[in-house]
């Protein structure tokens, strides 16, 4: 964000994400940041749907180059800012009151971004909505990699609820219709309590691999971990990210909180892994913030802080 921005958001009241254009149409441009103002998958704890306006509130008066990792090796260039040609696409017009017309107006709203060429990041919103990208980004790109940073799997299946469609299915949804490449799928942060070994199981055997917190902090597992991560980029990927992934003490406003959770330091080794693949990631997402809950403000922050990398290129 320039000085300008801040100022111009001042006057205005105005907050696009990160200061970024403001383009509520479809354009040609390098990327496109887009809210999802939807909850209607959350089984508890509502709120996400007011993600999009914490995050971008939070986003206000941010510089747009993250501080170089080292200050000490003399290489004090910042070169671009992150997010150079991103616009801000507004929100997703999503109803509230049906999750099946939301997906379908997530996946519109995406497919007629991607269509143009854009990369899209989505701020939640629940995670449900994921899948409304997916679908569209799969017509676009065919079968994607998955990079999903998260507590839960996500793979349940819907049937406990009388829906299949709830923020902890979309991801078998997903695998079923085809929309990813199992052998490119990997799952970082897994913690949360189960209550059979059903969805791990199913998840194992469509060849997914699942990363634990320790898992991801065995040193004798950090070849295969990079090895999974650099996988995911061998064709058009993906990236999805719930704040639940991080300890719930950094990020205490999501529906789901998990104890024992990512770092930030862990969160963005796992974000500048995917820098390296040959081509930039297809689409992202940051879900699950719901600002109505405990530790809005500061979660709100780390979650920008998050986009901050994850729109930020190879040379920062
Ligand atoms: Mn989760």
Avoid at 132 to 152: F, K, M, N, S, T
Wanted: net charge negative; proline share 9%; aromatic share 4%.
């Amino acid at each position: 964000m320039s000085s300008d921005a801040l100022m111009q958001g001042l006057r205005t009241g105005l907050t696009p994400f990160l200061g970024l254009p403001l383009r509520v149409d479809p354009c040609p441009a390098t990327g496109v940041v887009l809210g999802v103002p939807c909850d209607a998958g959350v089984i508890n704890r509502p709120g996400a749907r007011l993600g999009p306006w914490a995050m971008r509130a939070a986003s206000m008066g941010l510089g747009s180059h993250p501080m170089p990792e080292r200050l000490r090796e003399g290489r004090l260039n910042l070169g671009p800012g992150a997010a150079s040609g991103w616009v801000d696409g507004g929100n997703v017009p999503t109803l509230p009151f049906s999750l099946k017309e939301a997906l379908a107006t997530v996946q519109d709203t995406v497919g007629a971004w991607a269509i143009t060429g854009s990369r899209t990041l989505l701020l939640g919103g629940d995670h449900s909505l994921t899948l409304g990208a997916l679908r569209a980004l799969y017509l676009q790109h065919g079968p994607l990699g998955l990079l999903h940073i998260d507590a839960h799997p996500d793979a349940a299946q819907g049937a406990a609820w009388g829906t299949d469609i709830h923020h902890g299915t979309w991801l078998r949804q997903a695998l079923e219709e085809g929309l990813l490449d199992p052998e490119r799928t990997v799952q970082a942060g897994l913690r949360a309590p189960r209550f059979d070994d059903e969805e791990l199981s199913f998840l194992q055997a469509a060849g997914v691999r699942m990363w634990s917190p320790a898992d991801l902090r065995d040193p004798f597992l950090a070849p295969q971990l990079a090895e999974d991560l650099a996988s995911i980029g061998q064709g058009p990927a993906y990236l999805s990210l719930d704040l639940d992934a991080l300890d719930p003490v950094l990020v205490p406003a999501v529906a789901e909180p998990v104890p024992g959770g990512l770092s930030l330091t862990e969160t963005l080794a796992l974000i500048h892994a995917a820098r390296e693949w040959p081509q930039p990631w297809v689409g992202a997402d940051l879900m699950e913030l719901a600002p109505t809950l405990e530790g809005a403000e500061t979660s709100a922050r780390l979650a920008v802080h998050l986009a901050l990398h994850l729109l930020s290129g190879r040379s920062e």
